[in-house]
């Protein structure tokens, strides 16, 4: 098993920046990608950015060239570094870690940032 803790949330005014970390534990031998989600309300559970075990990196659209996404192996540790933030960022955000060896996903408890005036 895996366990995700996620951490660095908020409320942001737009333009800010937030950095969302999350922490892994437990069999993290297990752990392939990790990535990060984000679910506004109302809305389905979409990704907002993913970082393979070599270092690889893919971004949604919408978050390309505002948003980071970067890996410590040494501290299981990824951290999702959010620059100019729109009032449309906002949501719960959820760190996800893929089992090498089934495929299966585990996900964190998820954390809300909320960009606003």
């Known amino acids: 098993q895996v366990q995700l803790v996620e951490s660095g949330g908020g409320l942001v005014q737009p333009g800010g920046s937030l950095r969302l970390s999350c922490a892994a534990s437990?069999?993290?031998?297990?752990?392939?990608?990790m990535g990060w989600y984000r679910q506004a309300p109302g809305k389905q559970r979409d990704l907002v950015a993913v970082?393979?075990?070599?270092?690889?990196?893919n971004y949604a659209d919408s978050v390309k060239g505002r948003f980071t996404i970067s890996r410590d192996s040494v501290k299981n540790t990824v951290y999702l570094q959010m620059n100019s933030l729109k009032p449309e960022d906002t949501a719960v955000y959820y760190c996800?870690?893929?089992?090498?060896?089934?495929?299966?996903?585990?996900w964190g408890q998820g954390i809300q940032v909320t960009v606003s005036s």
């Open positions: 437990g069999s993290i031998f297990r752990i392939n990608t």
């Open positions: 996800q870690a893929g089992d090498y060896y089934t495929s299966r996903d585990y």
């Open positions: 970082i393979s075990s070599g270092g690889s990196t």
